[in-house]
């Protein structure tokens, strides 16, 4: 029988606790809660990479976890508190479909992608371990799903944010070897893309007084 | 890198950098050199690798080349573009600087992707990609431009969240060739594809597919496409369609390579020739019913990469030769029919097809030369696209997919039908009185003479230098025989 090594028992763990606070994002329908639980899924995946770090005596990650805390736990939220004073802090959701019919979707959405990560003709012990690929895809197919159900910028900003967590979850747990100046870029990378999310929002805030995106209808054929 | 390399990367920054300091009186002209002397750069860095000299790779190079022919006449057309669409105050000039800055810096990333050589790095410029367009469309400041750079943004980074799966589950694959901590580059992976794992090699492929198809424009990943194309300046919407489209074409045929080295030929084909048949046939049919001159071309950019793609589906060595010559031929004609279009709608006001009528009488230059990009566009003889789209039919009647090529051949006239019905519409008879008569502008003429002798250049012949390069790329991918 396989037993399970510390930083495996640690990834499996926080696996979970990412795929919870990813569901409570389709639950929540108040912009300073979802911001909060993404300050708390960045604090997961900067503990993983804190883990993985110290067990493959790599300071790479090591540092990578100081900077994500510091970007994705601090800095970000902040900024994203700011940014949400001047709009209207509740979150629209299309009368279609209501939070429980979401949570079952993505509930059905990370089903399948467990499934599906499964069933992939990978051999065990080869590479991938099978559930970090799963979890990966899980957290950014319901990101898409969030960005999808809640028409609001700033929602829509932070479904695209989790999704990065759950690629940089993806690059620790699957390819941890990969070269730090990668992980650097792609925090840059992440810090450039919201700059950018918040300058449309600031326009769009300017232009509608809210943050909803349902004005954003004109474009279609 | 080389020195040339240097020039290549360097001019569009430097001038981006400058754009914002200096007035944009000097930024235009500024502009238009950095365009030229990077083409010229490229010219002479795609003309050594030709001859196996410099060091890049023949698809590198060939890759280049959109740069060069897009870049090249942007910088002229914008030294007028600028000024046509911005009023003349303190707000005009922060536009002007801004948008040249940009327009620069574009460019920069633009050509950064098919320089790198490591699989990671690529995925970086492609994503920078996407956030300078988007900065560039927003930038007119109507509903629609922001609208179309929210969406832009908001589906091209989910794309390329599923190209950086890609690039993550490709890096684990190589983990038992190359050991748990390596350098990814490209040229690794190819020599060493047999040693990948190829599940996950498999993996990587569709997710490369999906992703940076969506940055491609292949349906049904296309929503972005047309908003972003239509409501962005012009030359925003040439440089998108004619490098950005390509550098995502350039990123997934590396990732064929790789699957093709490591699994053989059959995966990568099919799923090239799903999705490049799903973009043509939903291109064709919305072709038919725009009201918008801008979004019928970015219809348009969804066909031609549904036939680039056909075309590695194809496999042949003729096929993927013609596949990579019609990437060269869309970005040339594409970009010359988005900058006559964008003479056309400034001088009418409108770019609603319905407002425009006898756009040859209006603007003789600028409305003969979208006719010819029109027609390019089309598939019809003497045009560079005629030549391209012959290969890869011809090398498709002769393979197995005999059937998927009569297809295309049905579509190919239906996008035919739509072409022709707007121009036809916004071209001949008389131009309105209330319509200003006769060009007024020199440098955008140049700019657009220059796409010109590319477009019709290319489909009377290619040239030597050319040839090498599509024949050492098409070994690089990997054909069928």
Sequence with gaps: MHHLTLPEAIAGTISVALLLVQLALLRSLVLAELITLYAVQSLFVALISLAVGITERSWELIVLAVLTFGAKVIILPLYMRRLSRDISTRVEIPESINVTLSLILAAAIMGTAILTAGALPLKTGEFLPQADLATTLAIVFVGFLVAILRPNALAQVIAFLTIENGLYFGTVTLAPGLPFVVGILLLIDVLIAVVVFAVLVRILVSQEASASVDVLQQLKG | ?481
Excluded at chain 2, 59 to 82: C, D, N, Q
Excluded at chain 2, 90 to 99: C, K, L, M, P, V
Excluded at chain 2, 327 to 337: D, F, G, R
Excluded at chain 2, 407 to 433: Q, S
């Design chain 2, 1 to 481: 890198m080389s020195i040339l390399d240097g020039f290549i990367v360097g001019l569009p920054a430097a001038a981006a950098a400058a754009s914002l300091i200096v007035p944009s009186r000097l930024a235009r002209p500024l502009t238009a050199c950095a365009g030229l002397a990077t083409a010229a750069c490229i010219l002479v860095a795609v003309f050594q690798t030709s001859h196996h000299r410099g060091d890049h790779d023949a698809l590198s190079a060939l890759f280049l080349l959109p740069v060069a022919i897009v870049y090249g006449a942007v910088g002229l057309y914008a030294h007028w573009y600028v000024v046509a669409e911005s009023p003349d105050d303190a707000a005009g000039e922060t536009f002007r600087r801004e948008f040249l800055a940009l327009t620069n810096a574009f460019a920069f990333v633009e050509v950064v992707v098919p320089l790198v050589t490591n699989v990671p790095g690529m995925w970086v410029a492609l994503e920078a990609t996407t956030i300078v367009a988007a900065l560039l469309v927003r930038l007119q400041g109507t509903p629609a431009a922001l609208e179309a750079a929210w969406k832009y943004i908001l589906i091209a980074s989910c794309g390329l969240a599923l190209g950086l799966v890609a690039v993550i589950v490709l890096y684990a694959a190589g983990e038992r060739a190359l050991g748990t901590h390596y350098s990814p580059e490209w040229s690794s992976y190819v020599h060493l594809a047999r040693q990948l794992n190829p599940d996950g090699v498999r993996l990587a492929f569709i997710f490369a597919l999906i992703g940076f198809g969506t940055k491609m424009g292949l349906a049904p990943m296309h929503t972005w496409l047309p908003d972003a194309h239509g409501a962005g300046p012009t030359p925003t919407s040439a440089m998108l369609s004619g490098v950005v489209l390509s550098d995502a074409a350039y990123v997934i045929l590396r990732f064929a390579a790789i699957a093709d080295a490591a699994l053989g030929p059959t995966v990568v084909q099919r799923m090239f020739i799903g999705v490049g048949l799903l973009s043509l046939f939903v291109a064709a049919f919305f072709l038919l019913q725009q009201s918008d001159i801008k979004r019928m071309l970015a219809y348009s950019s969804i066909e031609h990469m549904g036939i680039v793609a056909i075309g590695f589906g194809f496999g042949a060595p003729l096929a993927v030769a013609g596949a990579l010559l019609h990437v060269v031929n869309h970005s040339a004609s594409k970009s010359l029919a988005f900058f006559a279009a964008g003479r056309m709608a400034a001088r009418y006001e409108t770019r609603e097809i319905a407002g425009i009528t006898g756009s040859v009488d209006a603007l003789p230059i600028s409305g003969t030369l979208f006719v010819a990009a029109a027609l390019s566009l089309a598939g019809l003889p003497p045009f560079g696209i005629f030549r391209s789209e012959l290969m890869i039919l011809t090398a498709g009647f002769g393979s197995p997919f005999w059937i998927v090529a009569a297809f295309v051949l049905v579509l190919l006239v239906v996008a035919f039908a739509g072409i022709t019905r707007w121009v036809t519409a916004t071209t001949v008879g008389d131009a309105p009185m209330s319509v200003e008569h006769g060009e007024h502008a020199v440098l955008p003429i140049v700019g657009m003479g220059l796409g010109f002798c590319v477009v019709l250049g290319l489909g009377i012949g290619v040239p030597l230098a050319l040839q090498t390069l599509l024949a050492d790329a098409s070994v690089l991918i990997g054909t069928t025989p």
